[in-house]
């Protein structure tokens, strides 16, 4: 028998192998809020979605992507109504294409004219420009290539700048990617794509013009030059929001002489930084219109062009746009993004803020849908939580955990978070609490109480809750202790809840302790109950923001030993006396922040993982006793990046024998995973050949698909489930397509140049 069929019979008779569950794919199990059913309840939230249009399968449909500057997810949207419909299907397996990189700002824009839609976005390198990546579509597999520049910086746009003294410079097309977000559009009627965006003083509209048609060099050239250095003859008050016009033909008269061509380059009087800029034909005369949104105000502000497309000049102002119901307001710093919503053809308003951590997070994305024409847009407020509607949001900071409250045999969830920003002034926090509805192999939640304990009333302060339970006093059921991660007079307070139900009955609080034993390292703490040291009292551990540094090592997660009894748990106050300890987990840097941790016992060893403020889940094992150190098993589980701020839960919530995860992040949201850690621990009999971590998308296929590893592969084989090889492909392949197969279950091997394998599941329904 051959060794690849004994592995597959293994993998069929001991399910506890890691085989089927090797592809690590998005779970989007049945939720519903208050006995509403929400289309993708485990999104993972949105904060600050930016938004183009696409069709990612082709069917006609206009879809949406959404990448949300909060954390640099991607998102796609599959648009499954008819016309005039908002109805969207959440579709990650399209996800994975959109580079790593992006962050910040990004816009999709077919700029070559092939039909399939380009990145524009912020570079890798994180400086103030524009890097463009190309897209491609080969038998339905998107990719996207970065397209290389010849100038100092070559994943950047640059552009022609004529000097005083008629010499030319090339400098790099500005956009500030903390801040801004530009206008990517045809805006001289001319048929190549243009970039409208703010000088570096921030008070100008900076036109760079693309010479691509100009010059007949083909569209998917992007060549720019200097167009207007004040477009529209507007200027932006330095300091505030304030826009001053100048509709005046002598140039004498516009405000823009303020704007001087000097060797140095543009020069403002007043720095201003933060806006955006959306620019469409508002008004149906053939130009383009521009929508204002800046950081010192709440509201956009619509800029009418009375000029034409050779020669921008803004004779109107609208200071509260779109004019339905008094316009956006969004609190701070909104931006405007002009797509097609109900694939009616015609584009609508969505607009949402930009700013990260300050702006508001609930009714926050506004829907203005176009009731007339692309041609002569007429916006009318339709909703103002576009997509929220069909998914959790609890604010920011999502901290989850399983329980099973209710004692029914059906584990469900309870999350901490710092809560929903309803005004700028007005914070509504408290814990969530999702009750599994389903069955044992197929589980459903539904929100049913948002202030679990009322936790709201005991807190004056909070920035951010994270629960998690354990039985501490030894009576045989679990309690609850609560870590308040405040930066105000709570700070890191842990508050103990005594469960006094008893074993496997519904869970019964009677009271609470706050300031629980003065344990207080840090802020932001994610807490954990579990028996570290094996001598069968649970200890307490305990996450926090920042890193600790341990006899010049790195380090993170405090250790809390308990030094009491069964019955009266004791713990000492100090982290960095023995036998606590303030790290238990080397680092190789401090660089690591953030560091949450979430255990689980197999039934063979105890998993530790931990989530980080760059959003990757990390699994470690084999404590030392001796060290008080764990190993790292893995440094990025499953390829999984859902954005900053990762909060892991793990627990066989199906019965498949197999853990799921569930992660928490700071957008608010919630995301739920299959992993190929077992119930059992990791198989260490074959672990040679299943290190390699593989995604395969879509998965089921109709027959094209995409394989995703950290490395590069050597060859991938096809094989049906007995073992038999199908087909094989050598190194370099983007894209894989099978045609002959009936629909069914089969078996890829991966294998890497550096001699690591993996065996993952395929299913095809054609």
């Not at 989007?28 to 990612?56: C, E, H, R, T």
């Not at 816009?107 to 399939?116: A, C, K, S």
């Not at 706050?514 to 570290?532: A, H, N, R």
Request: proline content about 4%.
């Amino acid at each position: 028998m051959s060794y690849i069929k004994s592995i597959f019979i293994l993998c069929i008779m001991q399910f506890s192998l890691i085989c089927y569950s090797q592809d690590f794919s998005e779970i989007n199990y049945p939720m519903s809020a208050f006995g509403s059913d929400l289309a993708f309840g485990f999104l993972g939230g949105l904060v600050n979605p930016q938004f183009s249009n696409i069709d990612f399968n082709g069917d006609g449909n206009i879809d949406l992507f959404v990448f949300d500057r909060n954390g640099n997810r991607p998102y796609a949207f599959l648009h499954k109504g008819g016309e005039g419909v908002v109805a969207f299907e959440h579709a990650p397996q399209y996800e994975r294409a959109f580079p790593t990189e992006l962050h910040d700002w990004v816009l999709l824009v077919d700029y070559d004219g092939d039909g399939v839609q380009d990145i524009f976005g912020a570079p890798p390198s994180n400086n103030n420009g524009v890097s463009v990546w190309k897209g491609s579509v080969v038998n339905g597999v998107w990719s996207f290539e970065q397209q290389m520049f010849g100038d100092a910086d070559p994943n950047t746009l640059y552009y022609d700048f004529p000097t005083a003294s008629d010499n030319i410079q090339r400098r790099q097309i500005y956009v500030a990617m903390n801040t801004d977000v530009p206008a990517i559009v045809d805006m001289d009627g001319d048929g190549d794509i243009d970039i409208l965006s703010f000088e570096d003083g921030g008070s100008y509209l900076f036109l760079y013009e693309n010479l691509a048609a100009d010059e007949n060099l083909g569209l998917d050239r992007l060549v720019f030059t200097t167009g207007e250095t004040c477009w529209g003859k507007v200027k932006e008050d330095g300091n505030t929001p304030e826009i001053e016009i100048n509709a005046d033909s002598n140039p004498a008269n516009a405000p823009c002489l303020l704007f001087t061509m000097l060797e140095e380059g543009p020069l403002a009087t007043e720095r201003h930084s933060g806006s955006t800029v959306a620019a469409f034909d508002g008004d149906g005369d053939g130009d383009m219109d521009v929508v204002l949104g800046d950081i010192g105000t709440a509201t956009l502000v619509y800029l009418q062009n009375g000029g034409d497309t050779d020669l921008a000049r803004i004779n109107l102002v609208i200071e509260k746009y779109p004019q339905s119901e008094g316009g956006v307001n969004q609190h701070i710093n909104p931006a405007a993004y002009y797509v097609d919503v109900d694939n009616d053809g015609n584009r609508d308003f969505v607009s949402c803020s930009i700013a990260k951590e300050s702006g508001i997070n609930i009714n926050h994305i506004w829907y203005y849908q176009n009731t007339n024409t692309d041609a002569m847009p007429v916006f009318e407020l339709d909703r103002k939580d576009l997509l929220m509607d069909e998914t959790i949001n609890i604010g920011r900071y999502t901290t989850p955990t399983f329980i099973d409250y209710n004692a029914d045999g059906l584990t469900d969830i309870l999350v901490g978070n710092s809560g929903y920003q309803i005004t700028s002034s007005t914070r509504q926090i408290g814990l969530h609490l999702f009750e599994n509805i389903g069955t044992e192999s197929e589980p459903a939640f539904e929100l049913v109480d948002e202030d679990y304990l009322s936790f709201s009333s005991l807190l004056e302060f909070s920035s951010r809750l994270a629960p998690a339970f354990g039985d501490l006093d030894g009576d045989g059921d679990l309690d609850l202790i609560v870590c308040d991660g405040s930066s105000g007079p709570s700070n890191g307070d842990l508050f103990y809840f005594e469960n006094k139900a008893g074993a496997n009955q519904p869970l019964e609080f009677n009271g609470y302790f706050s300031e629980y034993m003065d344990l207080d390292p840090g802020t932001d703490l994610i807490p954990q109950i579990v028996d570290l040291n094996e001598d069968g009292l649970n200890d307490i551990v305990l996450g926090e923001v920042n890193n600790t540094g341990v006899a010049g090592s790195f380090r993170a997660v405090n250790y809390f030993q308990n030094i009491g009894t069964v019955t009266e748990p004791m713990f000492g106050e100090e982290e960095n006396d023995s036998p606590n300890s303030n790290g238990i987990i080397p680092l190789e840097s401090n660089s690591v922040k953030s560091n949450s941790p979430y255990f689980y016992q197999t039934e063979n060893e105890l998993l530790l993982f931990t989530g980080t403020d760059a959003g990757e889940i990390r699994v470690w094992n084999n404590y030392n006793q001796d060290t008080q150190l764990f190993t790292l098993k893995n440094d990025r589980l499953g390829n999984i990046l859902i954005g900053r701020n990762s909060v892991p839960a793990v627990f066989d919530i199906d019965n498949d024998g197999f853990l799921e995860l569930l992660i928490g992040n700071r957008r608010g949201g919630l995301d739920f995973y299959n992993t190929s850690y077992s119930v059992e621990g990791l198989d260490t009999g074959v672990e040679n050949d299943f290190v390699l971590e593989a995604t395969i998308y879509p998965n089921p296929t109709d027959g094209s698909f995409q394989i995703t590893t950290e490395e590069k592969l050597s060859k991938v084989i096809l094989y049906d489930i007995t073992g038999r090889p199908l087909e094989e492909w050598k190194g370099g392949v983007n894209y894989y397509q099978v045609d002959d197969l009936r629909s069914g279950t089969y078996l890829l091997k991966v294998s890497t140049f550096d001699g690591r394998n993996s065996i993952v599941k395929l299913v095809l329904a054609k």
